[in-house]
Structure formats: structure tokens, C-alpha cells
């Protein structure tokens, strides 16, 4: 090989590498899961016994079980005889929305949402339980609420801990983007009624960002978002993304810093062969490393529910 070969050799093993670091892979395909596979909006945690739960949109929040991560079993409805409470949201439908599971105080919290297509006037409630099985939950009220005149819609919650200890429920779908609110630990609810911190929002592109889940990892906090479309089957046009901020309010910036706010994400997973549209996911840890989970669609336009391990690379979240 001459000199010159060695060199252009060199150059293109710097330029792919840093391709690689701008454009970390994604696409990559769904780990294995068998039994009940159907699940919309989920939200996944490992229990203090080391089983796993998931909690999804659907009848009166409906539950998932697994020992593995891998086969998973229907195992009911968190309530069971109904929730009244939510029907003024709901215009009467048993259809509750994008639970959020978290386990604190020795019991389950189970953050959900209630409203009804393409509407505002929407509702996050909290329920909590010692065991986290169907029928065990108990109905802690109303957490949060909008109106057809809020400008931003009370749906798709996610509890997050910072790092001294101050809980925080992010929220939002469409107008103007997500939101954050500070809660008491002691009661799971506001702390006030003010107006919600704004932390994301795609004011170009018809305020298409939703289900906003924040996790700290070392000295950042991640903030994965939806864009796009849901809810359309194989023509679902959803699609996986981040951001990042040394604080948990924010400001939330992009691989290449652009802010949130003004529609920045980085790309981390999208349509690809098989799995379309997917998007609302979670992170929880396992003994393996973070855990992501999600929902997309099959070419049947069924909703399945999708696996994959997080690693970090340079300060940023790449799956495998």
C-alpha cells in the first residue's frame, strides 16, 4: 500500500468514524418477545421481586406480567369494576391512556391519562397499590388538568426523581408542546397550580410531539419524546427521539444543539421494514443496563410491544 493509500485509508476511517458519533445507529430491530405480545403506550418496571410489570392503554388500564422480559402474560385491568372518575374526560369510555408505573415508598404508583380524541379537556389521575396486581389499585384523585382553552393537553405523564430528591411529572401531547410540573413526594400531587413549565415543542410542524418519558443517567437527563403521528396502524408515522440537559427543567438540546423547544430531537429509532411507527416509550433499569420499550406497529397494523437494550456513547443513547 503507498503512502497516499495509508492516507486516504486514515481519512476515511476519521470521517466514518465521526459519521458514526453524529449519527449514532438506529433501526435496528426489536429483541424477542413471545406470549401476549399486544400492547399500546407502555410503560414497564422490574419489581422488587425481580418479575416484570407493564401497564398500557386500554380498558381501565390494563396490565402485563413477565419473569424473563421476554414471555408475556395478560394479567388484567388495574381497575377492574371501572373508574367513574375518569368519565367526565372520557365522554364515558372505559378507554384510559399512556399509564406511567414507578415503584417508591414501598408501593406502586401508577400516573394515567383520561380524555378523548383530538380533545384538550384531558386528566391525569394517580393511583397507587402494595402489590401492583389487577384490582389492587386505589384511586388518589385528580393530579392535573386542561381545558379546550389551555393551549396544552394533560395526557402522557411521566414521574421523574431528580437528583436531590424533587419529583416531577413531565406531560403533553401536541399545542404547545410538554410540560413539566414539580410534585410532593409525600402525596404524589402538585406542589402548585401555577402554569406548567414548557420543555418541549414543535412549533413548525403542527405541535406533533407527545409522550415525553425523562431519565437521569451520570450528569445529564435524557428527555425521549414522540414525533409525529400515532394511532394510524402501518401508516403510523411516529418516531423515536432525545434530547438532553444538565437539569431536569431544562433547556433540553439535541445531538447537534438545537433546543427542544423550537423543535430540536435527535433521531433514535423510525419506520423501518416490519416495525412501523414506533414510538411512547420508556426506560427502566435491568441487570443488563437500561431497558427501552415501546410500542410500533406490525404489517397487520397490530400494535406489539418492542425491546431493546441502551447503551451511552459520548454522553448519548444508542440502542442494540
Not at 372505559?94 to 380533545?119: I, T, V
Not at 440537559?245 to 433514535?268: F, I, K, L, W
Not at 416495525?275 to 410500542?295: Q, R, S, T
Request: with cysteine; hydrophobic share 35%; aromatic share 12%.
Amino acid at each position: 500500500m503507498t503512502l497516499r493509500q495509508l492516507a486516504l485509508t486514515g481519512i476515511l476511517a476519521i470521517a466514518t468514524t465521526t459519521a458514526s458519533l453524529l449519527h449514532p445507529r438506529q433501526n435496528i430491530n426489536p429483541g424477542r418477545v413471545t406470549g401476549d405480545t399486544f400492547i399500546h403506550d407502555p410503560t414497564v418496571l422490574k419489581t422488587p421481586s425481580g418479575t416484570y410489570l407493564a401497564a398500557y392503554t386500554g380498558d381501565n388500564i390494563q396490565l402485563k406480567t413477565s419473569t424473563d422480559r421476554t414471555q408475556w402474560t395478560d394479567a388484567g385491568a388495574a381497575f377492574p369494576s371501572g373508574a367513574p372518575w375518569t368519565t367526565p374526560y372520557t365522554n364515558g369510555d372505559r378507554n384510559l391512556w399512556a399509564p406511567d408505573l414507578s415503584f417508591h415508598n414501598n408501593q406502586y404508583y401508577l400516573y394515567y391519562s383520561a380524555s378523548s380524541f383530538g380533545s384538550s379537556r384531558s386528566a391525569i389521575f394517580l393511583a397507587t397499590s402494595p402489590t401492583g396486581a389487577a384490582g389492587s389499585w386505589t384511586d388518589r384523585g385528580l393530579v392535573i388538568e386542561s381545558t379546550e382553552s389551555s393551549g396544552w393537553n394533560a395526557i402522557d405523564p411521566n414521574l421523574v426523581v431528580d437528583g436531590e430528591g424533587r419529583w416531577w411529572l413531565a406531560l403533553g401531547s401536541f399545542w404547545s408542546g410538554i410540560k413539566m410540573v414539580q410534585l410532593d413526594p409525600s402525596t404524589g400531587k402538585r406542589v402548585d397550580a401555577g402554569e406548567p413549565l414548557g420543555i418541549a415543542a414543535r412549533p413548525d410542524a403542527e405541535g406533533a410531539v407527545e409522550a415525553p418519558f425523562v431519565v437521569r443517567r451520570g450528569d445529564w437527563y435524557y428527555l425521549w419524546v414522540s414525533f409525529d403521528r400515532c394511532c394510524q396502524g402501518a401508516a403510523s408515522t411516529y418516531r423515536i427521539m432525545v434530547g438532553r440537559s444538565a437539569s431536569v427543567t431544562g433547556p433540553y438540546v439535541d445531538r447537534e444543539g438545537r433546543q427542544m423547544m423550537q423543535g430540536g430531537g435527535t433521531q433514535v429509532m423510525s419506520s423501518h421494514g416490519s416495525v412501523h411507527g414506533p414510538g411512547h416509550n420508556a426506560i427502566f433499569e435491568d441487570a443488563d443496563g437500561d431497558v427501552l420499550v415501546y410500542h410500533y406497529y406490525n404489517d397487520a397494523g397490530t400494535a406489539q410491544i418492542g425491546i431493546n437494550l441502551v447503551r451511552y456513547e459520548n454522553g448519548w443513547p444508542v440502542l442494540y
